[in-house]
């Protein structure tokens, strides 16, 4: 059964760093092109990142280019989120997801919550 | 500001039709496949259409999806009260100044 479970979110205070992961299990991380996407309280969501499954193309929305990396560890299989110079706007529900045929992401991580605030 | 526009509410009674619209420009539903998905609030967003109009297998076939120029349309037929969620289309974007992948502003289902 293919699962992520995203973990590592928490209250931190503005300029604060945090690193987010996400733990595949059910198929091999590596295998597949992967995302994060964000969905602030009462708003809709917004996508945030990009690895290939080669893991050598990275892609980010404006939003949070330069701030946020995405990274992987194959021997974990794990994907991971590192968010830093963090704002008040970041306060989000963070999900990993997985894409599929068409660009679709077929399964869903069942998120975690960063809290950006003083 | 999302770049795909939804109507951001629609309602029927249970076994009705609903009609979700989806509507973007040549940069993204010129040249690409769209996805659609179901939120319940509180949890994660669900898969429902990929490349357009196919469903995953765990999908019933009262969701469809189609796409004509630079809209794209979600129907939900037998309308049931386990499908009041919010729902979001999403494409990818070669206009790299929007964000490459994009989804639309949301839409919520309300069963009468």
């Known amino acids: 059964e293919v699962q992520l479970v995203e973990s590592g979110g928490a209250l931190i205070q503005p300029g604060g760093s945090l690193r987010l992961s996400c733990a595949a299990s059910?198929?091999?991380?590596?295998?597949?092109?992967m995302d994060w996407v964000r969905q602030a309280p009462g708003k809709g969501l917004e996508w945030l990142s990009y690895m290939s499954s080669g893991g050598n193309t990275k892609y980010y929305a404006d939003s949070v280019k330069g701030r946020f990396t995405i990274s992987r560890d194959n021997t974990k299989n794990s994907l991971y989120l590192q968010l830093n110079s963090l704002r008040a706007e970041d306060t989000a529900v963070y999900y990993c997801?997985?894409?599929?045929?068409?660009?679709?992401?077929?399964?869903w991580g069942q998120g975690t919550l960063v809290t950006v605030s003083s | 500001q999302s770049v795909l526009t939804q109507p951001p509410s629609v309602s029927a009674a249970p076994g009705q039709k609903v009609t979700i619209s989806c509507s973007g420009s040549s940069s993204n539903f010129g040249n690409s496949y769209v996805s659609w998905y179901q939120q319940v609030p509180g949890t994660a967003p669900k898969l429902l259409i990929f490349e357009t109009n196919k469903r995953p297998s765990w999908i019933p076939d009262r969701f469809s999806g189609s796409k004509s120029g630079t809209s794209a349309t979600l129907d939900i037929t037998g309308l049931q009260t386990g499908d009041e969620a919010d729902y979001y289309c999403g494409t990818w974007d070669s206009n790299l100044s929007s964000g490459l992948y994009i989804f639309g502003s949301g839409t919520k289902v309300t069963v009468l």
């Open positions: 059910g198929f091999t991380l590596s295998s597949y092109e």
């Open positions: 997801a997985r894409e599929s045929n068409g660009y679709a992401f077929d399964y």
